[in-house]
């Protein structure tokens, strides 16, 4: 995979769940870094989280280190220590300063971290840099995950090839706002902080936080964007046709991204969008969308491609959305089955479309003209199993 000019990955075994993996990166900038960030909404954020948050004002790092199998949350004091030691230990390590590497952890909840496991090893990850690849930060950093999500994107501005690669984790506890996710792109583009913040923020809206798998908000939820400007552009700014370009390849990387954790959805089976059409507004397309994706009865019916239309029907009208029930129309991978808000008789050839892998609602409403899409899973006995077992 093509990965930006001047960035250089890590990857280590520290044992820190357990012994057999590595679970503790490192993504390296040779040249600082203008660095945004969007973090978790859940008023009970991490230590890796709060610490990130005060870093990111600065708008500069170098280095992201990030383990996996603990999420230092929920840690007190010490888990605030523990989360600045790793950073400092990451800086020293490279020779940064102290405010230019950040932290990122994911795993269990109220477990503190393991740092006469982790300390050790940071030397050793600044002594790899450049041996290991972006695949292998992505499988470092998996949890219940089943495969490792990384993606690269090249595009055109300035006369200059740029190239923006993005990596992540997630499979489950996802529910906006963003997923129970780390997602970090890198870029060696030259853009302005203020310009990086809005394609962030525009990509992660149609993207990350219009996914879920469960319905549950993690702790930890991070996503970093490092841009070195190594190509040597013209710096991007806010709402030049560059922008334009590259907030649309951001935007392109976070979507395939969130399709790849909907795909991992935590014994998934099927990938499933959920489409409205024509509500009264935005917002109300949004909101009915997360009614029927959030759905337990809706996501274990598809799962059993049992096409149980009612169910849909029910979750839009709990929604609180605007809804008139003899206007709506309901599609299962283009074929209708509902028109003016009753069954057409297409139930079994319905059953057929939910055998696919991936399934496609549309819902129209026939109220305006506002849309969304929201991505999902079906649920299964799976999903159930893995969450009873996860911390033996």
Known sequence: MNTPKGFLFSA???????????????????????????????????????????????????????????????TGKQGMKDAVEMAELAATALGLKPNNAYVCSTGVIGTLMPMERIRPKVSELANNLGKASIDDVAAAIMTTDTFPKTISKRIKIDGKTITISGVC??????????????????????????????????????????????????????????ANGMVGNKPIKANSKDFEVFAKAVSDITYELSRMIVKDGEGATKLVEIE???????????????????SMLVKTAIYGNDANWG?????????????????????????????????IGKDKEANEKLKSKEI??????????????????????????????YRT
């Open 276 to 294: 409205i059409r024509n509500a009264k507004s935005d917002k109300d397309a949004e909101k009915g969308a997360f009614a029927i994706a959030n």
């Open 12 to 74: 280590v075994e520290a044992a820190i769940k357990k012994p057999g993996r590595k679970d503790l990166a490192l993504i390296f900038s040779e040249g600082e870094a203008v660095v945004s960030g969007m973090f978790t909404k859940n008023n009970i954020k991490a230590a890796p989280v709060r610490l990130d948050m005060k870093l990111i004002k600065s708008g500069k790092g170098q280095a992201i280190i990030v383990n996996s199998g603990n999420a230092n949350a929920c």
């Open 169 to 226: 984790k997630g499979a489950g506890m996802i529910c906006p706002d963003m997923a129970t996710m780390l997602c970090f792109i890198m870029t060696d583009a030259n853009i302005e902080k203020s310009a990086l913040n809005k394609a962030l923020k525009i990509a992660v809206q149609k993207s990350f936080n219009r996914i879920t798998i469960d319905g549950d908000m993690s702790t930890n939820d991070t996503v970093l964007v490092m």
């Open 311 to 343: 169910r849909i029907m029910a979750a839009l009208g709990y929604s609180g959305i605007a809804i008139k029930e003899e206007k709506t129309e309901i599609f299962f991978n283009g074929l209708k089955i509902v028109t003016k808000g009753m069954g």
């Open 360 to 389: 496609k609602i549309v819902v129209d409403l026939h109220l305006g003209k506002g849309t969304a899409k929201v991505l999902t899973c079906d649920l299964t006995e799976d999903y159930v199993k893995i969450n009873a077992e």
